[in-house]
């Protein structure tokens, strides 16, 4: 499994995003400060740029991006919109969205060793996709681990309004589907569409 280990300070100056984005408040990068200036970028540039920082984000590999917009423009609605949704429902990202880890990296690792529970079972791939209704939990044995016990007291991290967290039973719910809106960082969608329908 190809996992990316790319500098997550010097890539979030790259595509002009908070580290706070990636999970990571105090990440700062500041060498090099003036090497971001660069001449007039082209369209397609503009395109690639936000290709790559949506990818980045998510934690997500071109081969599976691709897939993303593929299902997405073969669903009704509009592409853009329903390629971040698919994104935002990924396993991973949900975990991290309620709190029970610091970042997307670590929700992926956190999921891959078999701590999370869907509906009760246990779901050891990182692009699931939850449904609305389903119930995201820690597994009993792994609600001991002291990175867990500790979310019992309370996060200070705030829960989207699609998702709900019960703290004191470590257990998430998805209640709606997640929508444009609920996107925490500034994306032009519709350019990721026009690259990929060039």
Same mark, same amino acid.
């Given at each position: 499994?190809?996992?990316?280990?790319? /500098?997550?300070?010097?890539?979030?100056?790259?595509f002009d995003i908070s580290p706070a984005v990636m999970g990571y408040a105090n990440k700062k990068s500041v060498r090099n400060p003036g090497g971001g200036?660069?001449?007039?970028?082209?369209?397609?540039?503009l395109q690639l740029k936000e290709k790559q920082k949506v990818k980045f984000i998510y934690g997500?590999?071109?081969?599976?991006?691709?897939?993303y917009y593929e299902k997405a423009a073969n669903m009704k609605g509009v592409t853009g919109e329903t390629m971040m949704t698919l994104l935002e429902l990924r396993l991973d990202n949900v975990v991290y969205r309620l709190g029970l880890?610091?970042?997307?990296?670590?929700?992926?690792?956190?999921?891959n060793h078999g701590h999370i529970l869907v509906n009760g079972k246990k779901?050891?791939? /990182?692009?699931?996709?939850?449904?609305v209704g389903d119930e995201i939990t820690i597994?009993?044995?792994?609600?001991?681990?002291?990175?867990?016990?500790?979310?019992?007291e309370g996060t200070s991290v705030v829960t989207p309004k699609w998702l709900t967290f019960d703290a004191a039973n470590l257990k998430?719910?998805?209640?709606?589907?997640?929508?444009?809106e609920?996107?925490?960082?500034?994306?032009?969608?519709?350019m990721i569409v026009e690259y990929y329908s060039r």
């Open positions: 499994m190809a996992v990316n280990k790319q /500098p997550i300070a010097r890539k979030c100056r790259a200036r660069r001449k007039k970028v082209s369209e397609y540039g997500v590999l071109e081969k599976q991006f691709r897939r880890a610091k970042s997307r990296r670590m929700a992926r690792q956190i999921v779901v050891n791939i /990182p692009s699931y996709s939850v449904k597994r009993s044995k792994s609600s001991e681990l002291e990175m867990f016990k500790a979310l019992r998430g719910t998805v209640n709606v589907l997640p929508t444009r609920d996107i925490d960082f500034e994306l032009q969608e519709n």
